[in-house]
């Protein structure tokens, strides 16, 4: 059976699934993440800085060294908000490219939200009610997903340009975040849910994916260190995740980075990521949050076997 390899590279992560397509669904040989922070810098340069350039290919010779290990046939390497927006995405793509030897796609909003549904639909462990909203919250990009099909492709999608690092950077510049600063951020991811044609108040289920979400649902779950198994699937109360989110923007980074289930990588722009979690529940007519650890790397992979 030949296998796939699935790269998701995003603002703050880097993100490797190797797997094939098994009688009980994918069959994941190899899963992992590099924190690499490609957005480093970028909302206010326009341009992938040359230490995040390095961080990504030392992650991604990584990568390349287990796909040849593995014995991979097919390879798809997806760039999502950080190289749509950066003026010197050509030289990133041309490091991939030696690297791996495959283009890396640029792919839109909407692909990369039809993507992260997919990934996050044909996981799910119960049936939910419908419509679903996926919520992906990436470093550079927030995307919400509607569908009213677990099976069928969504039915709507946006992708926002508010995400953890992009906003950290624009708005909380002091540790910890001063109310004013607090303040223009939820006004600045306000504004986007304003504008967005996916609205979260026809959502009947929100299901969270990727980093931010899940790490959130580590602390609220209160684990001793972070848990793959314990996140994936889990079933939030809607007041508990605000609560953690108001604890955690109150922290400074070296709180959050005491905390057993807190990703070094992720201490300083946790808050931000939260803020826009918290904003979109308390559009949202749910009294709960459904978690998957599985996402667009899980569709990207799908797009490779289906």
Not at 111 to 139: S, Y
Request: charged share 20%; hydrophobic share 45%.
């Amino acid at each position: 059976m030949s296998a796939v390899a699935a790269i998701d590279c995003g603002t703050n992560t880097i993100k490797l699934l190797i797997g094939t397509h098994g009688s009980g669904g994918l069959d994941v040989a190899v899963r992992e993440a590099r924190m690499v922070r490609l957005g480093q810098g970028l909302d206010a340069s326009g341009v992938i800085a040359d230490e995040a350039l390095g961080r990504a290919f030392a992650a991604i010779d990584e990568y390349a060294g287990l796909i040849r290990d593995h014995g991979v046939d097919r390879v798809r390497f997806v760039a999502t908000s950080a190289t749509r927006d950066a003026g010197n995405a050509d030289a990133f793509t041309a490091g991939v490219r030696d690297r791996l030897g495959v283009e890396p796609e640029v792919v839109s909003g909407s692909e990369e939200a039809a993507l992260a549904f997919d990934g996050a639909a044909r996981h799910l462990r119960h049936a939910p009610d419908l419509p679903v909203l996926v919520l992906d919250i990436g470093g550079g990009s927030t995307e919400l997903i509607r569908g009213s099909s677990l099976t069928a492709p969504p039915s709507a999608a946006h992708s926002m340009d508010v995400g953890s690092v992009r906003l950290h950077e624009r708005h909380l510049r002091s540790d910890p975040p001063t109310m004013v600063e607090v303040s223009a951020c939820v006004r600045d991811i306000d504004d986007h849910l304003d504008q967005s044609p996916v609205s979260p108040a026809r959502a009947a289920t929100v299901v969270g994916v990727a980093g931010t979400i899940t790490t959130i649902a580590a602390g609220v779950l209160d684990l001793p260190a972070y848990d793959r198994a314990a996140i994936d699937q889990a079933v939030l109360a809607v007041e508990d995740v605000h609560a953690l989110v108001d604890r955690l923007v109150a922290m400074t980074v070296n709180e959050r980075l005491a905390l057993p289930w807190m990703h070094p990588g992720r201490a300083d722009v946790i808050a931000a990521g939260g803020l826009i979690l918290s904003r979109v529940l308390r559009r949202a007519p749910v009294d709960a949050l459904v978690v998957s650890e599985s996402d667009i790397l899980d569709g990207i992979a799908w797009s490779l076997v289906d």
